[in-house]
């Protein structure tokens, strides 16, 4: 176990960079990738009305903006407002200019952008160095540049909704009796209308020609037991408390896939929860995410669904969040708790099919506007009609709807070959612009989002055709699993492991997801139990074997070249399913070796730059017969370390084996430690490896690997040099460099500073312990 980190040149410059790689500098050139406005999120009030003076918004880059102002057009006269940055969401400066109100029916804006000598303009167009002469267009007569939905605003709601063919709109609810006094007016493709006295909180439905009554496809909120019934939510009335949050970079990224409604309550320490548990009881348990080391979560669908239960995977709406679990507000405050953690928040969505029950899309308003007809089947449902452009806005708002309003910092896409591909589907051309349009708006407006593709080809394509920044690991699932559970009847094929790790198919590294385990993995729903109680089939599903072949497979995981993710309970040996079981708490307890093991690995690897997804790998070590194989992780003249497993049951004693670097190496985790909950091994401490040839290295050393075990062994590790001032390398040697690693942890509030209690304060107790080690010299 280490307790200090080495500061190494390389990691200094990272840690220095860290969230704030997204940013630009004052330098002449605007970085047009970097600024955008949506009319219908980046308006204060959101539906500026006849006379009312507003708020423009838009957002670029932090830091790349000298000055920016809007040009506002009423009837041909224009007059320039200042803007200026009244804060910050996630990579990006927010740029507000405050414009008068109007007694005209209709005014336009453009936004005019400046850094130092480059001046540039913002339009419907978007990004040009000429003044388009043109803006964006707001009517008070038509509402036409309200959001589709309902928003509430001054003294009432405006209603906005999609239905192209139909003639008569009537929108029905709390707030009139549940009559036809407010008709809604045609505007183009949409039904639009301004209702006073309707507030936050009513429910409402719309009626359609006098004779059809349906839900709001973008409501946020439906009410199950109530027929569907939409309600009024207000987008602007939660207050975000982490503004400032920026996503881990990909490179560093170590995903927990986490299912809402089984994660709380189950002999839970933080308190009872219902059944299921719900956005909130997330929230209020970000601080074991935290403590695990986990830097995102990967929540399981919550898009609403039929029923209470699910695993989410049977959608009715992309704007609603399931009902059961909790409140729009509430789902806000889970992301914002986990985001104060340091956790970003990925979501699962579904785009690929619709509920085949409590399908309210079909004949929505009486016509077949969702789904072709016939429609286009998928073996789950109906899938939506991406050649028709409002549905393809639908699914693509929905994206600014979860990334914007409801700040997810990215997706996991289910099934994206049952709409990409030709063979799955005829709208394969439209499905696959539409990836591409949502990954280049993402890029555009979350650009420290990240993207994930289920899909199992290990193909370029999935980034250079479809733009995902991930796909699923296919061959290295199943060759990890192979070999992990062929290890059962003593044939675990290492060949395949070995060549799962060094990379196939062309991706490696952030383009791939690696894991053991997941979701569709340990689901009974899909035949299949958790991995350890397949290896153990006894209640409690705990021996050695599901131990020892589980965390092994995890390390693998976590320390192969590529992303990883775990699935939740993972860190405790949760033996139960995930969709209808809710993980067991008191396993935190009865196995805090395993929870703990997990944290060691997991601290290593979003902390080490040599254990990041893009580091060098080298599979050099493979041993059929012995079922043993190795390999390192590096940077370019930084820190290394050597991942060795055996996959046998049997102790491989003396197991000479070769090591790339001359110097002193530790045995950083030992899976078979006792503190890791393992029976106990003796492979601990530092080493210096013997002038002795083996395999690619001229040195090697002789290794006690225990049955089922997992070494990583260290290079330099910490407590390897001559005293606690000993910071940075060359070990052995106190000079400069050593102030300098010491001063920037530090800043940084890094353990690498924490020499002197009380330990995790960093006073003047600290720098006083570092000068003495430091004025002591090395022997």
């Known amino acids: 176990m280490r307790s200090h980190a080495i500061i190494t040149p390389l990691a200094l410059s990272i ?65 320039t407002h200042a803007a200026s940055v009244v804060g910050q969401i996630g990579p990006y400066d927010i740029w507000q200019a405050d414009l008068p109100g109007t007694a005209d029916d209709t005014l336009s804006y453009r936004a005019v952008l400046t850094d130092g000598s480059d001046t540039d303009y913002l339009s419907p167009a978007g990004m040009s160095d000429a003044d388009p002469g043109v803006g964006f267009a707001l009517d008070f007569v038509t509402l036409d540049h309200a959001p589709v939905g309902s928003t509430p605003v001054a003294g009432g709601t405006v209603f906005k909704v999609w239905s192209p063919s139909r003639t008569t709109c009537h929108v029905r609810g709390e707030f009139n009796g549940w009559s036809t006094a407010n008709p809604l007016t045609k505007v183009g493709e949409h039904f639009i209308g301004f209702v006073p006295g309707a507030t936050a909180g009513q429910m409402y439905k719309f ?73 909130q009881d997330v929230g209020e348990r970000a601080a074991h995410l935290a403590e695990l080391g986990v830097n995102a979560v990967m929540i399981n669908p919550i898009n609403e669904f039929p029923g209470d239960f699910s695993g989410g995977y049977n959608p009715t709406s992309l704007f609603a969040w399931d009902w059961k679990l909790g409140t729009p507000d509430e789902l806000k405050y889970m992301v914002d708790e986990l985001h104060g953690a340091g956790i970003a928040v990925l979501l699962d969505v579904v785009w690929n099919h619709i509920s085949p029950s409590d399908n309210f899309l079909w004949n929505y308003d009486g016509t077949q506007l969702f789904f072709d007809s016939p429609a286009q089947d998928t ?35 289910d099934a994206v070959m049952a709409m990409t591909d030709s063979g799955w589907t005829s709208q394969w051309p439209s499905g696959q612009a539409l990836m591409n349009a949502m990954n280049e708006a993402i890029a555009n407006r979350y650009a420290d989002s990240h993207t994930i593709a289920e899909i199992y080809i290990d193909n370029p394509w999935v980034h250079t055709g479809l733009q995902f920044d991930t796909q699923y690991h296919n061959s290295f699932k199943n060759s990890i699993r192979d070999a992990v559970f062929g290890a059962s009847g003593g044939s675990p094929n290492i060949s395949g492991m070995a060549a799962a790790i060094d990379g196939t198919g062309g991706v490696s590294g952030t383009q791939v997801l690696n894991y053991f385990e997941l979701h569709d993995d340990a689901w009974p729903l899909n035949g299949h139990d958790r991995a350890v109680a ?43 399913g995930w969709e209808e079981s809710k993980i067991d708490w008191s396993h935190k307890t009865t196995y805090s070796g395993i929870f703990d093991y997990f944290r060691a690995i997991i601290a290593l690897r979003t902390t080490e730059p040599a254990l990041f997804a893009d580091a060098n790998t080298w599979v050099y070590h ?85 049955a089922r075990g997992f070494l990583l062994l260290e290079h330099e590790p910490a407590g390897a040099g001559c005293n606690i001032a000993d910071l940075a390398e060359p070990l052995g040697t106190l000079d400069f460099s050593d102030v300098l690693a010491f001063l920037t942890a530090f800043g940084l509030a890094d353990p690498a500073a924490d020499l002197a209690a009380p330990m995790g304060v960093f006073d003047f107790s600290d720098v006083l312990a570092f000068l003495t080690a430091f004025g002591a010299g090395c022997p």
């Open 379 to 413: 073996p789950w449902g109906a899938q939506p009609d991406y050649d028709t452009d409002g549905v393809f806005q639908y699914l693509l708002d929905s994206t600014h709807h979860v990334m914007g309003e409801f700040r997810f910092d990215g997706y996991r896409h």
């Open 622 to 706: 493979t041993n059929e017969a012995a079922d043993v194989v190795a390999f390192e992780r590096w940077v370019d003249g930084g820190k290394s370390f050597v991942a060795v497993f055996n996959l046998s049951n049997i102790d491989r004693n003396a197991y000479r084996i070769g090591i790339p670097r001359t110097g002193t190496w530790g045995v950083a985790i030992n899976n078979q430690w006792a503190e890791f909950g393992g029976p106990g091994s003796a492979t601990s401490g530092t080493f210096a490896p013997d002038a002795i040839a083996s395999g690619p290295h001229a040195q090697s050393v002789a290794l006690d690997i225990p």
């Open 207 to 279: 009626f359609f020609n006098n004779s059809v009554w349906n839900t709001d496809p973008r409501a946020s909120r439906l009410v199950q037991t109530d027929n569907q019934n939409a309600v009024i939510t207000d987008p602007l009335a939660y207050d975000w408390q982490h503004d400032d949050f920026i996503a881990p970079p990909l490179d560093e990224l170590v995903i927990y896939q986490l299912h809402v409604g089984t994660f709380a309550g189950r002999n839970d320490p933080f308190g009872p929860a219902a059944n299921p548990s719900g956005y």
């Open 15 to 79: 840690t220095l960079t860290q969230g704030v790689c997204l940013a630009a500098d004052t330098d002449n050139t605007i970085e047009w990738d970097g600024v955008s406005h949506l009319v219908w999120q980046d308006l204060r009030p959101l539906v500026p009305m006849a006379s009312d003076s507003f708020s423009v918004r838009f957002q670029a880059y932090r830091g790349d903006l000298t000055g920016a102002s809007v040009i506002q057009n009423v009837g041909g006269s224009e007059t």
């Open 534 to 576: 397949t290896i153990d089939t006894t209640p409690p599903h705990d021996d050695a074997f599901a131990r020892g072949r589980t965390t092994l497979a995890h390390a693998v995981t976590l320390l192969a070249k590529g992303v990883p993710g775990i699935l939740q309970g993972t860190e405790w040996l949760e033996d139960d």
